[in-house]
């Protein structure tokens, strides 16, 4: 016999934490809701707004979720992998992060009922995956196509992202430019279109640039501030003297030497000048330094010139004029110059800034926006990246569907009907999914101060006579046509918010330990209390 066997093993560190199966089921469930209520209060037209503050005293008013998410000083992991669901949700499509969150907050609230009953999460994960893989069809079945000639329901598209917002009294104006810009872009990439935001005017200031927006000036006073039909070299090169690599000396031991010395830099930079201006151009863009010699010589050549300019602007300035970048001053030539009708410094809310106007089929664009104070010019470039990711999406897909809650209707129904194919205890949880799926009408009912239970029913309703493209009207309170009434989104919101809340419900069921190391500073909280949820908070508030 073994006298030792009743000593106590210890495996984990002095003040180490665990908890364990349903303790932390349970613990990461409230965690996970905990995040989905608080921006739960945010969604749709009627969506209220938070305001953030940080440790510094600097203030953020929005009602965008994945702004709200990143904002707050969450600290316990289950309720990270929800925020990494709104910023997934974000990076994939642009919009729909707060639809994202409250689904999953919703699937895991409906898992917590099954795992009151013994249901195993094993089983439960087993049924969201079929549930999520039939509602993901349930969609594509209900979508309608879509194509870049459809201007009409790609500007509904633009002012549907935007309703809600604060920019929403000028969604119209907002909602043309976003079209015009994505549909100008190479490949619809709402990358090749630049944002700049400048604090001053109105929202209805805002302006889409054929071309581009640099956020520099002029090097040197004696160069033009405006050129006409301007030929625009790209160069990737300084035009200065290269540094030594090495530590070098030079001994100059009279006033002849230093001359000759000084003469030989100032024949190679005007040589360097030379070719620039050989090449005809009327405007220079440099990424690297210029020597204030060398600004002389092109300043008296009439060019304008700019230096240091971001590589990613250098290279939206390519797609936007059709130059192209030089590696070498020997390689610059006329065929590598690009165009703009007019080349400007203007002076925009006390800073110079140089505009690229009127390029010829332009695959780059800029969006200057304006706005009465930063707190507003900073909602209104949230509100138009929501809208140009979204466009963006619907034309990726070429599909798009309903919004006012009529998709989550549709799949709630399809599922419904979808679990009576299973005899097993994942119909259970199939029937949960498609529960979970209403929390979305009946959040957008509340939100609005509407009774969620009647408008619920009559969704329903309106849905069991085949009308799959009615939902709710926040602004009237009834069951319309939301096709209509010009209320629809991309498809791919939709698909990408129910894939990453159910991965999202099933890694985080499938967990049944929680174990923070002892050197962990967080304070153990009372039973059935997440830890970490203390940090839930909002930065600076208490």
Same mark, same amino acid.
């Given at each position: 016999?073994?006298?030792?066997?009743?000593?106590?093993?210890?495996?984990?560190?002095?003040?180490?934490?665990?908890?364990?199966?349903?303790?932390?089921?349970?613990?990461?469930?409230?965690?996970?809701?905990?995040?989905?209520?608080?921006?739960?209060?945010?969604?749709?037209?009627?969506?209220?707004? =938070?305001?953030?503050?940080?440790?510094?005293?600097?203030?953020?008013?929005?009602?965008?979720?994945?702004?709200?998410?990143?904002?707050?000083?969450?600290? /316990?992991?289950?309720?990270?992998?929800?925020?990494?669901?709104?910023?997934?949700?974000?990076?994939?499509?642009?919009?729909?992060?707060?639809?994202?969150?409250?689904?999953?907050?919703?699937?895991? =609230?409906?898992?917590?009922?099954?795992?009151? #009953?013994?249901? /195993?999460?094993?089983?439960?994960?087993?049924?969201?995956?079929?549930?999520?893989?039939?509602?993901? %069809?349930?969609?594509?079945?209900?979508?309608?196509?879509?194509?870049? $000639?459809?201007?009409?329901?790609?500007?509904?598209?633009?002012?549907?992202?935007?309703?809600?917002?604060?920019?929403?009294?000028?969604?119209?104006?907002?909602?043309?430019?976003?079209? %015009?810009?994505?549909?100008?872009?190479?490949?619809?990439?709402?990358?090749?279109?630049?944002?700049?935001?400048?604090?001053?005017?109105?929202?209805?200031?805002?302006?889409?640039?054929?071309?581009?927006?640099?956020?520099?000036?002029?090097?040197?006073?004696?160069?033009?501030?405006?050129?006409?039909?301007?030929?625009?070299?790209?160069?990737?090169?300084?035009?200065?003297?290269?540094?030594?690599?090495?530590?070098?000396?030079?001994?100059?031991?009279?006033?002849? #030497?230093?001359?000759?010395?000084?003469? #030989?830099?100032?024949?190679?930079?005007?040589?360097?000048?030379?070719?620039?201006?050989?090449?005809?151009?009327?405007?220079?863009?440099?990424?690297? $330094?210029?020597?204030?010699?060398?600004?002389?010589?092109?300043? !008296?050549?009439?060019?304008?010139?700019?230096?240091?300019?971001? !590589?990613?602007?250098?290279?939206?300035?390519?797609?936007?004029?059709?130059?192209?970048?030089?590696?070498?001053?020997?390689?610059?030539?006329?065929?590598?110059?690009?165009?703009?009708?007019?080349?400007?410094?203007?002076?925009?809310?006390?800073?110079?800034?140089?505009?690229?106007?009127?390029? =010829?089929?332009?695959?780059?664009?800029?969006?200057?926006?304006?706005?009465?104070? %930063?707190?507003?010019?900073?909602?209104?470039?949230?509100?138009?990246?929501?809208?140009?990711?979204?466009?963006?999406?619907?034309?990726?897909?070429?599909?798009?569907?309903?919004? $006012?809650?009529?998709?989550?209707?549709?799949?709630?129904?399809?599922?419904?009907?979808?679990?009576?194919?299973?005899?097993?205890?994942?119909?259970?949880?199939?029937?949960?999914?498609?529960?979970?799926?209403?929390?979305?009408?009946?959040?957008?009912?509340?939100?609005?101060?509407?009774?969620?239970?009647?408008?619920?029913?009559?969704?329903?309703?309106?849905?069991?006579?085949?009308?799959?493209?009615?939902?709710?009207?926040?602004?009237?309170?009834?069951?319309?046509?939301?096709?209509?009434?010009?209320?629809?989104?991309?498809?791919?919101?939709?698909? #990408?918010?129910?894939?990453?809340?159910?991965?999202?419900?099933?890694?985080?069921?499938?967990?049944?330990?929680?174990?923070? $190391?002892?050197?962990?500073?967080?304070?153990?909280?009372?039973?059935?209390?997440?830890?970490?949820?203390?940090?839930?908070?909002?930065?600076?508030?208490?």
């Amino acid at each position: 016999m073994n006298q030792n066997s009743n000593q106590p093993i210890y495996v984990l560190p002095e003040g180490a934490f665990k908890s364990m199966n349903r303790g932390a089921q349970y613990a990461n469930i409230a965690a996970a809701k905990a995040v989905a209520d608080a921006v739960r209060t945010t969604l749709g037209p009627k969506g209220m707004d =938070k305001m953030i503050v940080d440790s510094m005293g600097d203030i953020i008013i929005t009602n965008d979720g994945v702004t709200i998410l990143e904002e707050m000083q969450i600290e /316990h992991p289950a309720a990270k992998m929800l925020v990494e669901v709104a910023k997934t949700q974000d990076e994939e499509v642009g919009d729909g992060t707060t639809t994202a969150a409250i689904i999953a907050g919703e699937l895991l =609230k409906k898992a917590e009922g099954l795992l009151d #009953q013994n249901i /195993h999460s094993t089983v439960i994960t087993k049924g969201y995956k079929y549930a999520k893989i039939k509602a993901l %069809e349930i969609l594509n079945d209900i979508s309608i196509d879509i194509n870049v $000639g459809d201007k009409e329901n790609l500007t509904k598209i633009a002012i549907t992202a935007m309703t809600g917002k604060s920019s929403e009294k000028a969604s119209d104006h907002l909602a043309n430019i976003s079209v %015009e810009a994505i549909t100008t872009v190479s490949d619809y990439d709402p990358e090749n279109i630049k944002i700049e935001k400048k604090q001053g005017g109105s929202i209805e200031d805002t302006e889409l640039i054929m071309g581009l927006i640099i956020d520099k000036e002029v090097v040197h006073p004696g160069m033009p501030k405006s050129v006409k039909d301007a030929k625009i070299a790209l160069i990737d090169i300084p035009l200065e003297m290269d540094k030594t690599e090495t530590e070098a000396r030079i001994q100059i031991t009279s006033p002849e #030497q230093l001359q000759s010395f000084l003469d #030989q830099e100032d024949k190679i930079l005007k040589g360097m000048v030379e070719k620039v201006a050989n090449s005809n151009c009327t405007v220079l863009f440099c990424q690297k $330094g210029i020597d204030d010699m060398a600004q002389h010589y092109l300043a !008296k050549k009439g060019i304008m010139v700019l230096r240091r300019v971001k !590589k990613s602007d250098m290279e939206k300035l390519a797609r936007a004029t059709g130059g192209k970048i030089a590696m070498s001053l020997n390689d610059l030539s006329e065929s590598d110059l690009g165009f703009a009708g007019l080349v400007e410094e203007k002076k925009v809310a006390g800073e110079e800034m140089i505009f690229i106007r009127e390029c =010829k089929d332009p695959k780059a664009v800029s969006i200057l926006i304006r706005g009465g104070t %930063e707190h507003v010019v900073e909602e209104v470039e949230r509100a138009m990246q929501d809208a140009i990711r979204g466009i963006s999406s619907a034309l990726e897909i070429g599909k798009i569907v309903a919004g $006012g809650g009529s998709p989550e209707e549709a799949v709630s129904k399809g599922l419904l009907k979808f679990a009576q194919s299973y005899s097993g205890r994942e119909q259970l949880a199939i029937v949960a999914f498609a529960e979970a799926m209403e929390i979305i009408p009946r959040t957008l009912a509340e939100n609005a101060g509407l009774d969620p239970i009647d408008m619920l029913v009559q969704l329903r309703s309106a849905h069991d006579e085949g009308k799959s493209t009615y939902g709710i009207d926040v602004y009237t309170g009834k069951i319309v046509d939301m096709l209509e009434k010009g209320v629809i989104e991309p498809l791919k919101i939709k698909t #990408q918010a129910i894939k990453s809340a159910g991965e999202v419900a099933e890694m985080i069921l499938r967990i049944d330990d929680i174990i923070a $190391g002892g050197s962990s500073k967080q304070p153990q909280m009372p039973q059935g209390m997440p830890p970490g949820m203390g940090g839930m908070g909002m930065p600076g508030m208490t």
